[in-house]
């Protein structure tokens, strides 16, 4: 087991120190974390994303799907079995887990879906306008100065 020690960065960077939290934490949860459930991160275009998670055996009301602070969870617990069954051989994982994923800034959940045993969750990436790059036309001094005399001659 390898592990990394991030204060250098933590002691030498302003303002990324959510960037150094969140690698500390995924080196954590790759080393001692659970691979349940199995899932995938698919990039569908540019700005849009979906996580698939293999949830096979849980309906819709055992699943809870909650984002908050750039967290998105995602947590399963089967209903208790009413019935009295007698599995020969039960393979079919129905543990409880949490599943966490950290989102970019500006990564939004548009929908989720349960299909055929997986949970997808669609994401979108979208930048605010104020933070969108803007073009800005460069006038010449002549320019300048008539449009602060036509400003003047308003006021």
Known sequence: MTTIDLTPL???????DRLATMLDSAFRT???GSSYPPYDIEVLDEHRYA??????GFTRDELDIQAERGVL???GRKAED????NFLYQGIATRAFERKFNLAD??????AK????????????ELPEAMKPKRIE????????EHQTKSDQAA
């Not at 349960?114 to 990436?125: C, M, P, T, V, W």
């Not at 460069?138 to 100065?145: F, G, V």
């Open 106 to 111: 500006h990564v939004e959940i548009t929908g």
């Open 82 to 85: 009413q019935g009295s069954r």
């Open 30 to 32: 790759e080393q001692s």
């Open 138 to 145: 460069i006038n010449s001094d002549a320019e300048l100065i």
């Open 10 to 16: 933590y002691r030498n960077t302003v303002g990324f």
């Open 114 to 125: 349960l299909n055929n045993g997986l949970l997808s969750i669609e994401l979108k990436h």
């Open 73 to 75: 969870t995602v947590k």
């Open 51 to 56: 996580i698939s998670l293999a949830v096979a």
